[in-house]
């Protein structure tokens, strides 16, 4: 039975076999993982992830392949969550979760913020994305690919870009090429954000006009005396500070808000 690619749930199913095997192993699924994928499409990767493991969660929008995923296979060994996955609260498989998936690229930004909230419940997660978007994930300080992509997952986050992957592997072949990143959870122990609304408001303003100095940038944040005492020179600009340096001004100013509370 043919399936017509969805356009709009971004639907490029994978068909080279040797990359498909090479996924597999870099994810390295063994028994008794509890590993949950996410758009599973005609099971591509599934396939093989289900002839490693027990048991495996699914999670998918389209309701077309949710039906031919009920046929393929058996309810024991494949959960369906026939649902967005933006929206599901993956807490609810509990702890030490493996998540993987050749995801939807036109959502993968909200998905990987959405997956951020839950990296308490994460061992590691590999995914298909946009070689572009992993390079920005991956991207470091002084570069045009680091942004607040970056330090946002950074901050959760340690991430390897895996291996790249040809836009001929999939079928229709999308327009970019892709690359498979690994992400595992930081522990808690390392550079921690007080406030992490606050660290992503910082982080969003400096970046939000890459060319002009963090003076103008973090101007609603920070003043001379501010820039001084982080020991920060406010002629830089949003690239030249590292992960940690959000953190730093993210504690200062949550330090300074309770100060005033009390
Ligand atoms: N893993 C398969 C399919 C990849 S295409 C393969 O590699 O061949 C992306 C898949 O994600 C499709 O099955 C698509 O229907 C599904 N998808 C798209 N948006 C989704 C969403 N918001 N939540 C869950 N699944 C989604």
Redesign the pocket.
């Given at each position: 039975m043919r399936h017509n690619p969805?356009k709009r749930?971004?639907?490029?199913?994978?068909i080279d076999q040797q990359i498909i095997a090479q996924i597999i192993a870099a994810i390295y699924p063994k028994k008794n993982d509890r590993i949950i994928e996410?758009?599973?499409?005609?099971g591509?990767?599934t396939r093989p992830l289900l002839q490693a493991v027990n048991h495996l969660d699914v999670?998918?929008?389209?309701r077309d392949?949710v039906a031919r995923l009920n046929k393929e296979f058996s309810q024991e060994k494949l959960t369906i969550h026939a649902t967005?996955?933006?929206k599901f609260d993956f807490s609810a498989f509990g702890n030490n979760l493996r998540i993987v998936?050749?995801?939807?690229y036109n959502?993968s930004t909200p998905l990987l913020f959405h997956l951020s909230q839950f990296s308490e419940h994460i061992v590691d997660m590999h995914f298909m994305l946009q070689k572009e978007v992993v390079d920005r994930m991956v991207g470091m300080p002084t570069t045009s690919d680091y942004g607040r992509l970056s330090v946002m997952l950074q901050y959760r986050f340690d991430m390897e870009h895996v291996f790249s992957v040809p836009a001929e592997s999939f079928s229709p072949a999308p327009k970019v090429e892709s690359a498979i990143v690994q992400m595992i959870p930081r522990p808690k122990s390392s550079m921690h954000a007080q406030d992490e609304v606050l660290l992503s408001q910082v982080v969003s303003a400096a970046f939000s006009q890459r060319r002009k100095t963090l003076r103008n940038t973090l101007r609603d944040f920070l003043n001379t005396d501010d820039f001084c005492a982080l020991g920060i020179d406010s002629g830089l600009r949003a690239e030249n500070l590292s992960m940690e340096h959000f953190v730093a001004i993210a504690n200062f100013l949550e330090k300074r808000l309770e100060n005033r509370v009390k």
């Open positions: 969805r749930f971004g639907q490029n199913f994978l996410i758009g599973p499409g005609l591509a990767l999670v998918e929008i389209d392949i967005d996955a933006l998936g050749n995801l939807p959502i």
